[in-house]
C-alpha cells in the first residue's frame, strides 16, 4: 500500500517526525492538538532532545475503504498528483501487499533534490477492521545513487486505514522522515504541521475518481469487506475490540457493542461512530471526547431532559474512570438501572 501523502510531507516538511504508535494514545508523551479543520484534526508532541516536533493527523475519507486501497497503492498517482514528483516506479513487487518503489522529487532552491527508495507493506487486522501500511526506506536498494539528489535513508512511516461506513474510511497517519541537510526546526515544524490539511484533500480527492472506484469492484479487498460487513457477529466483535482500545474495562466495551445505535451506525450508518473512535487516537481530550460520544448515544434515548444528559456525558469524573478503568462500567450501569426505558 502506497501513501499518497508522501510528496507532501517530503516537500513541505523536508523533515518531519512523527512517532509510530500502535495503538490510541500509546507511547510516551501527550499529544496535543494543534490543528481542526473539514474533518481532519492534526496532533503534535515534543520529541525528546529535540525541538522538533512529532506529528499525527486523523482524518475522514468519504470513499469506502477499498476505494482508498487502490489510491495508497498507486505509485504512478505520486507523479500524476504533484509537478515536483519527478519520478516513480515500483522496483520489485512480490505481491500487492509487499513491494519497493522508488521516487525523486525536485525541491525548491535553495534545498537539494531528494530521492528514496521504500519497501512498503500492508498487513489486516480483521478482528478491528482496519489495515496497516509500514513504509521504511532501504538503505541499499536496486536504484543506484543520482548525481543532484540526496538520497533518503531514514524514513518510517505508518498508515492505519479504518473501516468506518460503507463509504467511509478513517485514516491515522504517523511519520518520521529524515531527508538530511540543515534546516531551521521552526522551519520543520511550520510546514509539518500546515501539510496536514493539504495531504487529506489530496487523498479526498483522489477517493473520488471514477477510476479508482472501477479498480475496487475487482480489488481482492472488495471481497474481503463485504464478507466481514455482512457478518453481524463479526462487525460486534470488531466495535467492541476498538472500544477496548479505549475502555479498559471488557464489560462496558461489551454494553456499548451490544447498544443497537452504536452497532448500526458503524454498520451501516454514514461513518460518525467510526469517525468518532478514529479522532480518538489523538489527544487525551480527544479521547475523553469519544468517550463523551458513545456515553450520549447510549443514554439518550432515555433521558429526555438535554440538559441533564449534557452533564451526564461531560462528567470530568466519570470520564476520567472510564479511561483508567477503575469502575467506570459499575457507574454506567448504575445510570442505566436508575432510567426508565
Known amino acids: 500500500m502506497l501513501i499518497s501523502l508522501l510528496h507532501t510531507a517530503l516537500l513541505a516538511t523536508c523533515c518531519c517526525a512523527a512517532a509510530q504508535t500502535p495503538a490510541p494514545g500509546g507511547g510516551a508523551g501527550e499529544w496535543e ?48 498528483s504533484s509537478k515536483s514528483c519527478l519520478e516513480a516506479r515500483i522496483l520489485s513487487q512480490k ?7 522508488y521516487v525523486a522529487y525536485g525541491m525548491p532552491i535553495p534545498f537539494t ?27 541499499v536498494s536496486q536504484a543506484p545513487p543520482r548525481d543532484g539528489f540526496v538520497r533518503i535513508t531514514d524514513l518510517r512511516a505508518q498508515f492505519i486505514i479504518e473501516y468506518l461506513g460503507p463509504a467511509q474510511t478513517g485514516i491515522v497517519y504517523t511519520s518520521r522522515v529524515d531527508p538530511g541537510g540543515h534546516i531551521p526546526d521552526f522551519l520543520i515544524n511550520y510546514t509539518s504541521k500546515h501539510s496536514i490539511y493539504s495531504s487529506v484533500i489530496d487523498l479526498r480527492r483522489a477517493s473520488q475518481d471514477p477510476k479508482h472506484s472501477q479498480a475496487a469492484q475487482i480489488s481482492p479487498d472488495h471481497e474481503l469487506v463485504a464478507q466481514i460487513t455482512h457478518d453481524p457477529a463479526q462487525m460486534k466483535t470488531i466495535v467492541q ?29 454514514e461513518g460518525s461512530i467510526g469517525e468518532i473512535l478514529l479522532h480518538g487516537w489523538g489527544s487525551r481530550e480527544s479521547q475523553r471526547m469519544a468517550v463523551s460520544a458513545l456515553l450520549r448515544r447510549l443514554l439518550a434515548t432515555r433521558i429526555q431532559d438535554p440538559a441533564r444528559l449534557q452533564k451526564m456525558v461531560e462528567d470530568p469524573l466519570l470520564l476520567d474512570r472510564i479511561l483508567a478503568g477503575r469502575g467506570g462500567a459499575a457507574a454506567v450501569r448504575a445510570l442505566l438501572q436508575r432510567e426508565p426505558k
Open 33 to 80: 492538538q494543534v490543528l481542526s479543520e473539514a474533518g481532519v484534526r492534526g496532533y503534535a508532541r515534543q520529541r525528546a532532545g529535540t525541538d522538533l516536533l512529532e506529528f499525527r493527523s486523523t482524518a475522514v475519507i468519504p470513499a469506502s475503504i477499498d476505494v482508498v486501497g487502490v489510491v495508497l497503492r498507486d505509485v504512478e498517482g505520486l507523479k500524476r
Open 241 to 269: 475490540n476498538r472500544l477496548g482500545e479505549y475502555i479498559p474495562e471488557r464489560e462496558l466495551t461489551r454494553l456499548l457493542a451490544e447498544d443497537p445505535g452504536v452497532f448500526q451506525a458503524l454498520v451501516n450508518g
Open 113 to 139: 533534490n531528494r530521492d528514496v527508495v521504500i519497501h512498503a507493506t500492508t498487513t489486516y487486522d480483521v478482528m478491528k477492521g482496519r489495515a496497516i501500511c509500514e513504509l521504511r526506506a532501504l538503505p
Open 95 to 101: 505481491d500487492r501487499n509487499d513491494y519497493t518503489f
